[in-house]
């Protein structure tokens, strides 16, 4: 998780409060928020996290199980969301995934079931049919002049803020019929999405046992802590009978006792220890691995924890240490990048980048980004070029990353092409959808920019479509 930088003024929907502040400048290159809503907080929104690291281990989870499923994996977006309780829910093409339930897992597998539930979400177009359940109960509601709590968990399922705000304003109101149709309909999708994904699971040779772990966690603490109800069973109903669906479908499959393969295991005690870091510092990683201090995980959270308490220096050799056993780990490499970026040390943060994107298999634009951050942050102006050229290349795959639109245009500016240091920031704008600054720009550019030229077309885009 890169540092925050901070987010181009007045973009729409794009806020820095509540847990993301109190985390501090430590999550997050990108912070949005999407206009869409979790049950726990309806009227709210989702903040989204950026991390390479975590991104491609929980695409590794997730690609075996979404091809079992038929949907193409590189079609499914797996996003991660700045939040501590367990949830995880789809939207579309998309599965969120709390940061919470991340470090809640105890192995992969749990994760994994996860996930596999979602796709059957996905792959049986719940979603989609439940909007138009949504659609259909609402209309109903107004008819019978009932809109109340059943208004509020279609806003909840749907996470629709406009209903669930409806909802919540007449709150008071008697249930209707249609709730109660609502709640059977979406107990049937859950014990479906069941189904399908224990079929993925033991059409990859995984085991049900983690799905089954973390719904009886949930069934546990339900009955015990009464009122305090997790945000994953509001959105994933958890009755009685589901439990036991699920307990038959683990016996019926004969991968049950499977484990997790030990790199995958080593890969989400990192990914574990670095959420923990950033979430709840030092003690949270002790806590964590309470019984493992020793492990690398324990260690690359300490490190973690050891930079954001603003020891950066300390950090760097708790980093070299481990970068000494797992010299080829990209992710200890792009954060001895972020920690070397602080100390000031140009040349080998751009080094140390480098090296991270050389490992990385993914090319993860993300990590691009922040080598093209690297070289500009050195003020070289023999650095500009490469500079522009990762910047681009990350913004071809990633262009909603609103910071790398600033850089590129410091960069160009480095050069002295102030005209393209203008367009950019003219794009970066648009993209944000802030219509009136992306015009400022643009107007400005196409003063400079050669009439005709291919920048010069898009500043006049820009001026013609911004909004
Ligand atoms: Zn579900």
Known sequence: MTQTDAPMPNRPRARSA??????????????VT?????????????????????????????????????LKSNRVQIVLVNDQSFNAF????????????????????????????????LAGGH????????AAARTLAIVGGLLGAGAIAAGSIAGNSGGAQAGGALITAAPSVAQRSLLSYRRSE???????????????????????????????????????????????????????LLEELARKSKYF?????????????????????????????????????????ARYGDAIATDLSGNS???????????????????????????LIKLRKSPEAIKAFNQAVKLDRTKSPLIRARLGFALVASGERANMAKAIDELRASLQSEPENYSAYRYLSQAYAQTGDVANAELIMAEGYFRAGNGREAKVFAARAL???????????????ILTIGK
């Open 18 to 31: 509540g847990l993301a502040r109190r985390i501090g400048a430590a999550l997050t290159a990108v912070l």
């Open 313 to 339: 220096t300390a950090a760097l050799q708790k980093l070299d240490a481990l970068i000494r056993e797992q010299p080829n780990n990209p992710y200890f490499h792009e954060f001895r990048g972020e920690v």
């Open 90 to 121: 789809v939207d579309g093409q998309r599965i969120f995934i709390n940061t919470g339930a991340l470090t809640a897992a105890s192995v992969p597998n749990e994760i994994i079931g996860v996930i596999a539930h979602e796709a059957g979400h």
């Open 34 to 70: 999407l206009p869409l809503a979790v049950p726990a907080r309806a009227a709210g929104g989702v903040q989204v996290v950026r991390d390479a690291e975590v991104e491609t281990l929980l695409r590794d989870y997730a690609t075996p199980v979404l091809k079992a499923a038929g």
């Open 257 to 297: 006792d499977a484990q997790d393969p030990k790199q995958l295991v080593a890969r989400h005690n990192l990914m574990r220890a670095k959420i923990a870091a950033y979430t709840g510092g030092a003690s949270a990683v002790a806590r964590l691995f309470a019984n493992d201090r020793t492990s690398l995980a």
């Open 447 to 461: 003063q400079k920019l050669p009439p005709g030229s291919p920048g010069a077309v898009r500043a006049n885009d």
């Open 127 to 134: 979603q989609q049919r439940l909007r138009e359940q949504i």
């Open 190 to 244: 859950e014990m479906n999405a069941d189904q399908a994904a224990a079929r993925y699971l033991n059409a990859t040779g995984q085991s049900i046992r983690g799905m089954l772990t973390t719904f009886e966690r949930f069934s546990q603490s339900l009955s015990l802590a009464g009122v305090q109800v997790d945000p994953y069973q509001i959105s994933h109903p958890l009755p009685r009978e589901r439990i036991a």
